[in-house]
């Protein structure tokens, strides 16, 4: 007998074909053999020479599977910030642990909350899990305390909250973020995202680690991908209760963080002069680029990471700015995905390249447009 014709192709879920994928900072300008990329966010010093030993040094054993609970790096994760390394969790970048977040936590029909400007990657695991997203309204491009607390609702599983944010460059204080989470029902989940957490400088900032180790119902993220220049290879960790860990432990995969990058971030922990170097690199460089645009006549956000948002006055004068700029070499993350299509976002660079980016700014000021 004839096996019957198939009269469909698979159809994915509804919920993942609503999905619009992330999409990167760009590298490449047509035509421009070697422009500046300062579209991620990306450590201009690069990474410690330690880390880069240490991962040309585990080449050597590609054959051999890596340790699935990451026990050394969360050891030294835990050395480096006082933290018990059994209530830590490793994943290819902190992105794959909110992928882990909305499988253990979410179904069909739960709900999310976030600033409204928040990382676009807490959308996108809420829609691949079939939850809803509820965005707070801002004041002047800062999380809103009172305007999170007020989406809270029987639906409600997690809210997310990066601190400082990307891409406004803003933070909530201490006592924000206690009130924040004094606010919230035991039953909900708050994920504070800290990936540009050691670039803050600002005396009333404080990490959320020490509010996770006291609370069943706080989760706080890293990344090696900012500062510790790890991005290609995909590292980041989570800190929290003993009960979220194990929930997280059961959806991760087994091997789901590779020996090269475990063997680097281990080094790289124990560079923290590298780490002292970047964050004065980037103070420094921060303060001048937002002193230079401000002098050239546009509105430069304030901002706590290693990255400016710069206000245009409309979508249409950023789209022109950004092919002026690309013009020059220069590539910055245009801001339409965020609802910010008035912004362009500009990534700290090397002196070098922060003086292309003034010298830019300069000429668009002198032109006009």
């Not at 035991?186 to 400088?201: G, I, M, Q």
């Not at 003993?242 to 059961?250: F, T």
């Not at 087994?254 to 690199?281: C, K, W, Y």
């Not at 050239?296 to 990471?305: I, Q």
Request: contains cysteine; charged residues 15%.
């Amino acid at each position: 007998m004839n096996a019957p014709t198939p009269t469909a192709a698979p159809t994915p879920l509804a919920q993942i074909l609503a999905i619009t994928p992330y999409k990167g900072g760009e590298a490449v300008i047509p035509g421009i053999a070697h422009p500046v990329k300062l579209s991620s966010n990306e450590n201009p010093l690069g990474a410690s020479l330690a880390a880069q030993a240490a991962f040309q040094a585990a080449a050597g054993k590609l054959a051999i599977y890596p340790d699935g609970g990451a026990a050394e790096l969360r050891h030294a994760i835990g050395v480096t910030h006082g933290l018990a390394p059994e209530r830590i969790i490793c994943g290819s970048g902190s992105d794959e642990i909110f992928q882990m977040l909305a499988r253990a936590f979410l179904a069909p029909g739960d709900e999310i909350i976030q600033s409204a400007h928040g990382f676009l990657v807490y959308r996108l695991v809420a829609q691949a899990a079939g939850a809803v997203t509820l965005s707070a309204p801002e004041q002047d491009l800062c999380a809103d305390v009172d305007a999170l607390l007020a989406l809270v609702s029987p639906r409600t599983k997690i809210l997310f909250l990066a601190n400082p944010n990307n891409p406004t460059g803003s933070w909530l204080g201490a006592a924000g973020i206690a009130r924040l989470h004094a606010g919230l029902p035991p039953r909900v989940l708050l994920v504070l995202d800290e990936a540009y957490a050691e670039y803050v400088t600002a005396p009333e900032y404080e990490s959320g680690l020490a509010l996770a180790a006291g609370h069943d119902n706080v989760l706080v993220t890293r990344t090696f991908s900012k500062i510790y220049g790890l991005a290609s290879l995909r590292l980041g960790w989570a800190y929290g209760p003993a009960g979220i860990i194990d929930a997280l432990n059961r959806v991760r995969g087994p091997f789901n963080v590779s020996a090269p990058a475990m063997a680097a971030g281990i080094a790289a922990l124990t560079d923290q002069e590298f780490v002292a170097r970047s964050r004065a690199h980037n103070s420094v460089e921060l303060a001048r680029l937002a002193a230079g645009i401000t002098g050239h006549g546009f509105r430069v956000a304030p901002s706590a990471g290693n990255f400016l948002l710069v206000d245009f006055a409309s979508a249409d004068k950023a789209a022109a700015a950004d092919d002026f700029f690309r013009s020059r070499g220069l590539i910055f993350r245009a801001m339409g995905a965020y609802g910010l299509a008035q912004y362009l976002r500009i990534s700290i660079g090397s002196v070098a390249a922060d003086d292309q980016v003034l010298a830019a700014f300069a000429a668009l000021a002198e032109s006009g447009a």
